[in-house]
């Protein structure tokens, strides 16, 4: 028989020299401290031992977890774990200890764990000391009389899933969580994907999968698989199988095609061959997805129009993050009423705008409204994956999203990386003394929004690796209400005069080097508005329109020291329904604004 391993929990024994009888157990050292919160209740959480392995009788798999306390009996410890391995196995041929028939003695006599003959002196040591504690004197464990290495503090996985709609041709990235103490070493764990040789009917699918169809989040963790069997096909190559499912890739993303389409996905985490390999399922099926998305155009466009010698694409998305979407509410009372609920989960979108970032291939990348699961969970493996750097800076307050940049490495190398909250540029940066000025005249209204949004500007210094040139990259998102205009424009003003300085810092310091400037992010402004008229005139003056928007504000001549060009342009864009059935919105926000930079081509 090959290797065998846990579904979900690290090992710590593994038995040595005879690898085709192979099987798993683990001891993981868990000294929680403190205490949890649970239903309003506190707790203290005690510290002990978790014991988990997998034994084979006859011809079938078990596994058993045991939790031990540190101060306990290791003796006593062990005795308790062959009992429980006794009444599991019992259970499967229908005996119980109250018949203590002739079978179950017999088996009683099988079902051991029990300490080697020369460490049985340690059988009254205590459970902690003996399997945490340096110089770790116990060595082995003899379970149903086979011999067992110890490993300690494994790579110990806490959670495994692949939680997205699987989709054809969409990236399908998986969730893994290591628990505390756990060793994990690059390129590890290493993801094997299946699919199911079944095909499946929308009916088939379980209630939780409706669920999350109707915006709804699924209650609890993602439940073990059922039903799984893995096999290791080669213990030196590291490759696996599933009943009942078809190999097809391995790495950290999966692309489902054509072939693939009505079939569920099983994923396999190998931790190498001192760890156990982690299982998923997911519930949903493969779907063949939209015939079209908005930026299929782009994307050809970006095919046909290769990059030239010494050119860069840039782009920025604002990505629509999912804490703004209340899918709690009727269809027409959505923000977005003109797309079905189901479309606009996370669990649908996400794939979507991961495929939308791997077709819209650019040199950097200005990225907005983004998720923290989503930076963290599937963009950046994207983006490593395409051979990028990936820099993520949340907004301030308990705002759960924020701003990233990606940058081709094969072109690019970082500088460095920081953020600035646009509030406390606005009350300590010297330089907007007029904005501060300003806003004294209102502190209930402009005064109090300007300095309360969580809005930040992210800055990153990349260096040409091909010319050594310096390229300054700005990142924001500002605020969004149409009825604040002048917050807008004294944000546009903030941002844009921090990166005019920090240009100027760095040209100081490198007066031989040739500096860039660009700018890209959602400013929530159209052509007409303040914001494009400040970074393109480079001044706002006294008589503009978005001073009544505040009768207590004291209107100014405002002022930048350099304006900046667009290279994005201002391309028209269609309407939306709006709530109710009404017209919705119809604008440009978005923009790329540079400075020493030649424009080649442009698709927006």
């Known amino acids: 028989m090959l290797s065998r391993f846990l579904e979900f929990l690290g090992i710590a024994v593994k038995k040595p020299h005879v690898i085709e009888k192979t099987s798993w157990t683990d001891i993981l050292g868990e000294r929680s401290k403190g205490t949890v919160e649970h239903k309003r209740a506190k707790f203290q959480v005690e510290p002990g031992v978790k014991i988990l392995f997998e034994f084979k009788y006859e011809d079938h798999n078990y ?7 540190l101060d306990d009996s290791l003796g006593d410890s062990f005795e308790k774990i062959a009992d429980k391995m006794l009444k599991i196995v019992a259970h499967t041929y229908g005996l119980n200890n109250q018949t203590r028939s002739k079978e179950y003695l017999e088996l009683m006599q099988r079902m051991t764990f029990r300490l080697p003959e020369d460490s049985k002196h340690l059988a009254e040591s205590l459970v902690g000391p003996a399997l945490l504690e340096k110089p770790y004197d116990l060595k082995e464990i003899i379970v149903n009389g086979t011999s067992y ?17 699987p989709i054809v041709g969409a990236p399908l990235i998986s969730c893994i969580d290591f628990a505390e103490n756990s060793h994990v070493t690059p390129n590890i764990p290493k993801i094997h994907w299946f699919v199911s040789e079944s095909v499946f009917e929308e009916d088939d699918l379980p209630p939780e999968t409706k669920t999350k169809r109707d915006g709804k989040s699924p209650k609890g963790q993602v439940k073990k698989p059922n039903g799984l069997e893995v096999k290791m096909i080669d213990e030196t190559e590291r490759t696996f199988s599933i009943n009942g499912f078809s190999y097809r890739s391995a790495g950290p993303i999966f692309f489902p095609t054509a072939e693939d389409l009505n079939r569920k996905v099983a994923l396999v985490a190998d931790m190498g061959p001192d760890a156990p390999i982690a299982v998923a399922k997911q519930e949903e099926i493969v779907l063949e997805g939209p015939n079209e998305l908005v930026t299929d155009n782009q994307a050809q466009w970006i095919r046909e129009n290769p990059l030239e010698e010494n050119c860069a694409r840039l782009m920025s998305y604002n990505m629509l993050a999912a804490s703004y979407l209340n899918l709690e509410l009727e269809q027409n009372k959505l923000f977005y009423p003109f797309c079905e609920k189901q479309y606009q989960t996370l669990y649908y979108r996400y794939p979507l705008l991961l495929k939308q970032l791997k077709d819209l291939r650019s040199s950097i990348v200005f990225l907005q409204e983004v998720d923290q699961k989503m930076q963290l969970r599937y963009a950046r493996v994207l983006y490593q994956e395409m051979g990028y750097g990936f820099e993520f800076v949340k907004k301030r307050l308990a705002v759960n999203e924020g701003a990233a940049i990606a940058y081709d490495l094969q072109l690019f190398e970082l500088v460095s990386s920081q953020a600035f909250g646009v509030a ?6 010297p330089e907007n003394e007029d904005i501060k000025r300003i806003l004294e005249a209102s502190p209930e209204n402009t005064q109090k929004i300007m300095l309360s949004r969580p809005t930040i500007l992210q800055v990153l210094l990349l260096r040409c690796r091909k010319n050594g040139k310096l390229y300054l990259c700005g990142n924001t998102h500002l605020h969004h209400a149409p009825q604040d205009e002048q917050v807008k424009a004294f944000q546009g003003i903030v941002t844009t005069r ?18 860039k400037l660009l700018f890209g992010g959602d400013f929530n402004s159209v052509p007409t508005g303040p914001v494009y008229h400040l ?16 009768d207590k504000l004291v209107p100014e001549d405002l002022q930048l020291n350099e304006t900046l060009d667009c290279l994005t342009g201002t391309p028209e864009f269609t309407n939306y329904t709006g709530p109710e059935g009404g017209e919705g ?13 030649a424009l080649e081509k442009n698709d927006v």
């Open 63 to 69: 596994q058993l977890l045991s939790k031990r306390k």
């Open 149 to 165: 290495r110890i490993i300690r503090y494994p790579t110990f996985v806490s959670s495994f899933s692949s939680e997205l709609q």
């Open 424 to 429: 406390e540029l606005t009350t300590e940066y």
């Open 498 to 515: 921090k990166l005019l300085s920090l240009k100027k810092e760095i040209m100081a310091a490198n007066p031989e080097t040739d500096v």
């Open 535 to 550: 970074l393109t005139i480079g001044k706002l003056d006294k008589t503009y329109n978005f001073w009544k928007n505040d």
């Open 585 to 597: 919105f119809n604008g440009l926000l978005d923009y790329i604004w540079g400075q020493g930079v």
